[in-house]
């Protein structure tokens, strides 16, 4: 549980150190280019993920950003300990829930700065905290359907021979 926490913990750190230099060295809307697809550029989302629900207003997304925070923290409670891996992915969505909801209560909006783009395609700008929330997305279904998944195929094979 110490490790579960102090993930959090980190990761909301990381997070917000980050947007404090970005937003402490790098005008709104400027963009510094690191390779041929990838420039830091400093963005506010006033919706959610990718934009979303911007015409939700201050309020209405902070709320809704609680609301899925105390869902991910009822599955996270209900896991069991065993389970360290989808405990891990949890920790990270938690950590970048809260990182990005400080933005949102704190300044109104969430600043965004990793923009990644090729001549035909431009993908959203995001941030750490939404790298943390998609990573341990990414996490608990691998756990879930590919670790646990397979160890519950073997067994249910066992049972049968």
């Known amino acids: 549980?110490?490790?579960?926490?102090?993930?959090?913990?980190?990761?909301?750190?990381?997070?917000?150190?980050?947007?404090a230099v970005v937003v402490a060295t790098m005008p709104l809307g400027s963009a510094i280019e690191v390779l041929p697809f990838l420039a830091l550029?400093?963005?506010?989302?006033?919706?959610?993920?990718?934009?979303?629900f911007a015409g939700?207003?201050?309020?209405?997304?902070?709320?809704?950003?609680?609301?899925?925070?105390?869902?991910?923290?009822?599955?996270?409670?209900?896991?069991p300990?065993?389970?360290?891996?989808?405990?891990f992915g949890l920790a990270i969505i938690v950590g970048g829930a809260i990182g990005n909801l400080i933005d949102r209560t704190r300044l109104g909006y969430v600043?965004?700065?990793v923009y990644f783009h090729t001549p035909a395609f431009d993908f959203a700008v995001f941030n750490l905290a939404d790298a943390f929330i998609?990573?341990?997305?990414?996490?608990?279904?691998?756990?879930?359907?590919?670790?646990?998944?397979?160890?519950?195929?073997?067994?249910?094979?066992?049972?049968?021979?």
């Open 1 to 19: 549980m110490l490790f579960n926490l102090l993930t959090v913990v980190v990761a909301v750190v990381l997070d917000q150190l980050v947007k």
């Open 41 to 52: 550029f400093h963005a506010r989302n006033t919706g959610i993920a990718f934009s979303m």
């Open 56 to 79: 939700l207003g201050d309020v209405g997304l902070s709320l809704l950003a609680a609301a899925v925070l105390a869902v991910v923290l009822f599955l996270w409670i209900k896991t």
């Open 81 to 87: 300990a065993s389970r360290r891996l989808t405990h």
């Open 111 to 113: 600043v965004d700065y």
């Open 134 to 161: 998609s990573v341990g997305a990414v996490i608990i279904l691998l756990d879930e359907f590919v670790l646990v998944g397979a160890g519950r195929g073997r067994t249910a094979g066992r049972q049968g021979d």
